[in-house]
């Protein structure tokens, strides 16, 4: 039997445009963040103190669960009050090791954080504080306490005024309704401002001097509180009436600009949420178009251009190699990058599985390393050969059986919906 070398030219995965990515020095740390608020009922009518209510939104808050641990994505779900006291009340979540709650932060691909709006008075009240939050999860049985403020007033609003900030948790402070719990953060993350007017959007992670315009921005080596930026809020959210294609070409188009125009900064730091809101949750398909968006950002966390990291585990990267207190990155979103909708113009090496030796009459078999759900393939084959299956526009792998000893090619060209 005839033996013989098989060349297997360069394969491209391709969005039908031409400009090539520069060097992948500065990557994009990516993950999907939710808040459930206070007034949830208001949207999707789900009281979290029903028993009835609370199973319904669990399952659907179980099946974004899912869907982000099956594509090994990152997700840091940051729960308020009510449905915290759900969980507790409706599954046992003190005694019962498989509580949402306690599920979720277990796994690799999920945080569990606090979120909270207190009001103490009046009104649509929440006596719920930070600390109260930390201590029902704690109560939910997580591992470890929170070490992240799910979001919080950045600077001294007054009109209209603001009962707090995070000046005062620069400190460990008592719950409200459980003064006896006392807990301090070590992050502070989504700086929001009311009715979010004007919230504090930037990359990076510093220590803020003070709540005020200036002095936010200005990093304090000393100081005892991180912040930790989570992005451009408008820009990067994932509601259930949201055009996926055009949510997924922005995360595309921001990660490639952030190589191109930072690449080579040694201190550039850049991680970002995509939102979610527990409100969306119930909408028909919601967990569904979280997949689909995972799926077609899939180039740019193939070639590292992004990659799926939690909160702790992006800043536990930082002190490694920032052990330095001076050491900060803070970037405001109007100084970054153009954020474009428009179809994604990187081109990207991707890998074709398959020997290069092989043996006349004997089906080989050509494989697209990490293909992407819905593309179209090109298959370009040269030399004597036989295609036994595959290698049609809607194959990922291509068997070919080689019918003489001279030298043959394959090629495969993928296009990503």
Known sequence: MTQFKLLLCSHLLSFLYHNKLHAQDVPVYLYFASHNETNDITYHGLDYADAADYAVMRTYVKQVCDTIIAYD?????????????????????????DDLIEWADNTDAIEVQPHNHFKPFGVGANPYNYADLCHLLDSCGLSSTSEVMGGFIWRNFTSP???QDWTQWQTPQPGFTFPFYSWKPTLLWGGGSPNHIDDY????????????????????????LVNFGSGCSEDFILWDTTNVAL?????????????LHFAGNADAFFCMKIMMNFRNFPSAGY?????????????????????WKGIMETYTQWLATHPNPNDYYLIRCENTVAISNAPNTAIYAITLNGPNSVCTNTPQTYTV?????????????TGNYTIVSGCGTADSSCTVQWNSGTAGTVQVQQTVP
Not at 211 to 222: D, K, M, R, V, Y
Not at 287 to 296: D, F, N
Not at 369 to 381: D, E, F, H, L
Request: charge should be neutral; include cysteine.
């Open 247 to 259: 949510l997924a070409n922005r995360i595309l188009n921001f990660a490639d600009s952030v190589n």
């Open 73 to 97: 994505a990152r997700y840091e779900m940051m729960l308020e009050s009510n449905f915290i006291r759900g969980c507790l009340q409706n599954e046992n979540a003190s005694t019962n090791p």
């Open 287 to 307: 967990a569904a178009k979280v997949g689909q968006l995972i799926r077609l950002i899939q180039p740019d966390v193939c070639n590292g251009t992004i990659q």
């Open 369 to 381: 390393n990490n293909p992407v759900a819905g593309s179209a393939y090109t298959w370009t084959i």
């Open 161 to 163: 005024p603001v009962n």
């Open 201 to 224: 959007d930037a990359y990076g992670i510093w220590k803020p001097q003070a709540a005020t315009i200036a002095g936010f921005g200005a990093h304090n080596p000393l100081g005892a």
